[in-house]
């Protein structure tokens, strides 16, 4: 009943010289066969199963980190068995898909049975647009939101007197956090009196960087004098 190869020696006596004979007896035929050959998962951790079917007594393995598996080893069966193994894919927080695999191996490792597992890339976090409130002469409260599939690590607001769409070269206010989805708030400073500011909230969750609709504010106050502002080049 073992799936193993077995082997005996019989030995013959004769009356003047023993002869020996190897009997071999093969191992079972076994039978092994999974119910999907690839299976695709979403960027966000997640679980799916795998079905492996069959008599022979197996082991799975992945050599990918990312995956685990719940089931490693089935130590056969006469009769054709159904064997759920549970695959789960941690959170993929990269603008790259990913490719893994899960492998059953059977037959006193001299066969094997392959399962490819896929991964998409994750998305970038989706910023809402800025209101802006509590307007003076040199400062502005900034508000905005964010969700998303992967905590934010870090945002905040760009801002510019003569960027329409203000990026990292401009002035900002950063923040820094885990949560997935939230709202935030941060005061811009250094602004001039009378004056017209482009602002821009941004968010990063490891896929990449992401922003928000680009709105206006302008400052109380008359057009601005040099004596106005401490930073009168800003």
Same mark, same amino acid.
């Given at each position: 009943t073992s799936e193993e190869e077995r082997r005996a020696e019989l030995i013959i006596?004769?009356?003047?010289k023993n002869q020996t004979m190897t009997v071999v007896q093969k191992g079972r035929e076994v039978t092994l066969a999974l119910s999907t050959n690839? /299976?695709?998962?979403?960027?966000?951790? *997640?679980?799916?199963? /795998? /079905?492996?079917?069959? #008599?022979? &007594?197996?082991?799975? +393995?992945?050599?990918? =980190?990312?995956? !685990?598996?719940?089931?490693?080893?089935?130590?056969? +069966?006469?009769?054709?068995?159904k064997t759920t193994i549970m695959v789960t894919c941690k959170d993929n927080p990269s603008a790259t898909a990913r490719t893994g695999e899960v492998v059953l191996t059977y037959s006193n490792g001299t066969k094997s049975l392959k399962? =490819?597992? &896929?991964?998409?890339?994750? %998305?970038? $976090?989706?910023?809402? !647009? =800025? #209101?802006?409130?509590? /307007?003076?002469?040199?400062?502005? %409260? $900034?508000? $905005?939101?964010?969700? +998303?599939d992967f905590p934010v690590a870090v945002y905040g607001f760009y801002y510019s007197k003569t960027n329409t769409t203000p990026g990292e070269n401009d002035m900002k206010v950063e923040l820094t956090g885990s949560d997935k989805?939230?709202?935030? *708030? $941060?005061?811009?400073?250094?602004?001039?009196s009378g004056s017209k500011y482009y602002v821009r909230a941004y968010a990063?969750?490891?896929?990449g960087y992401s922003y928000g609709e680009v709105t206006t504010v302008t400052t109380s106050g008359d057009k601005p004098e040099n004596n106005d502002n401490p930073n009168p080049n800003l």
């Open positions: 006596q004769g009356s003047q690839s /299976i695709t998962f979403s960027a966000t951790e *997640s679980t799916a199963p /795998i /079905i492996a079917e069959g #008599t022979a &007594k197996w082991t799975a +393995s992945t050599s990918d =980190t990312w995956i !685990t598996l719940d089931k490693s080893v089935f130590d056969g +069966s006469a009769t054709s068995v399962c =490819t597992v &896929k991964q998409d890339a994750g %998305k970038k $976090a989706e910023v809402g !647009t =800025t #209101t802006l409130s509590e /307007i003076t002469k040199n400062s502005a %409260k $900034a508000t $905005a939101s964010y969700t +998303s989805s939230g709202s935030f *708030s $941060a005061t811009l400073t250094g602004l001039k990063n969750n490891g896929v």
